[in-house]
């Protein structure tokens, strides 16, 4: 019987997930130079991971079933990564908004990032695990980038505004790094989690 291999899959959540960091970027005034804020946030580059290579993938007898639930949930899970590509293409973008670009940046942020940011949280959520240890690392998943998407409705709210607040920044920092800790927790244990089966 053929089985995936799927190393890739902890490399390409890592990639996938990783939050919006803080980094020093301003917002201007149209009319001044002056900046009106110090921070605003920045996306990861995205980076490319070739699909992983579907092999015979032989695994001891007592790990069949483990590694089969990897399977059935890799499978499940990478349905759903075009979405948050997407919004994190956006917020790429969007490393530095200027008054010039701002409206452009709260446009594409409530017309593509946050909906298909949303549409990845929607299909994290239907994805169902087939065992209790797959739920439980899951469930860090579903609450960090619950967090992550409140960061970015933080960050349109931001930009929405020719004087942006920088109070509301702030606060998408702190969801954003709160998201991260959850998401690393996550790629952490589903890395151990594949450990057996990828040697």
């Known amino acids: ?19 919006v960091f803080y980094s020093s970027a301003t917002i201007h005034a149209a009319t001044t130079n002056k900046p009106l804020s110090n921070q605003s946030p920045s996306a990861p580059e995205p980076i490319d991971i070739e699909e992983d290579t579907y092999s015979d993938h032989e695994v001891a ?15 499940q899970y990478k349905e759903w990564v075009p979405y948050e ?9 969007y490393k530095k908004v200027l008054a010039s670009t701002r409206k452009q940046a709260y446009s594409e942020m409530t017309n593509i990032a946050i909906p298909n940011y949303k549409k990845f949280l929607s299909g994290m959520k239907q994805l169902k695990p087939n065992n209790n240890d797959l739920s439980t690392i899951h469930s860090k998943l579903i609450k960090g980038t619950t967090l992550q998407l409140e ?13 942006p607040d920088p109070t509301i920044i702030k ?13 690393s927790e996550f790629n952490e244990e589903i890395a151990l989690y594949n450990a057996p089966f990828s040697q």
Do not use: C, H, W
């Open 61 to 75: 007898p007592e790990l069949q079933q483990a590694f089969d639930d990897y399977v059935d949930y890799y499978s």
């Open 85 to 93: 590509t997407k919004a994190v293409s956006i917020l790429n973008k």
């Open 151 to 163: 960061g970015m409705v933080l960050f349109q709210k931001y930009v929405s505004k020719l004087n």
């Open 1 to 19: 019987m053929k089985k995936q291999s799927l190393r890739v899959i902890v490399m390409l959540m890592v990639f996938t997930l990783i939050p």
């Open 171 to 183: 606060k998408a920092n702190f969801k954003f790094t709160q998201g991260q800790l959850l998401i």
